[in-house]
């Protein structure tokens, strides 16, 4: 998890909101040092672009609640994202109900 969160902030520090993070999407290079990067930024877009910042997209499950109810997307949404992977990793369960993932 460290490593996805600096990976993350290296992303936004660069001015990048991924918008799609979860688990699919999260590759583990090296499963020996359990080296994890991000992929799939077909939806990624620059923070200062407000032209998309409103699009409905991602995945349900793993979407900022503020964007669902007509918000735009943020670095916290990433954020927010990332932590229902964690939740996901730690409960084996979804964050909003559901099935459970094991």
Do not use: W
Not at 21 to 48: E, F, V
Not at 70 to 78: A, E, H, L, Q, V
């Amino acid at each position: 998890m460290q490593q996805l969160l600096l990976a993350l902030d290296f992303m936004h520090r660069k001015n990048i909101i991924h918008r799609d993070i979860k688990p699919q999407n999260i590759l583990i290079t090296d499963s020996a040092a359990l080296m994890a990067c991000y992929a799939d930024l077909g939806l990624a877009m620059k923070d200062y672009d407000m032209s998309s910042a409103g699009d409905m997209c991602g995945t349900p499950g793993y979407v900022d609640p503020e964007v669902l109810s007509g918000g735009m997307f943020s670095n916290r949404s990433d954020i927010f994202s990332l932590g229902c992977v964690m939740y996901n990793m730690l409960t084996c369960r979804f964050l909003f109900g559901g099935l459970n993932l094991k």
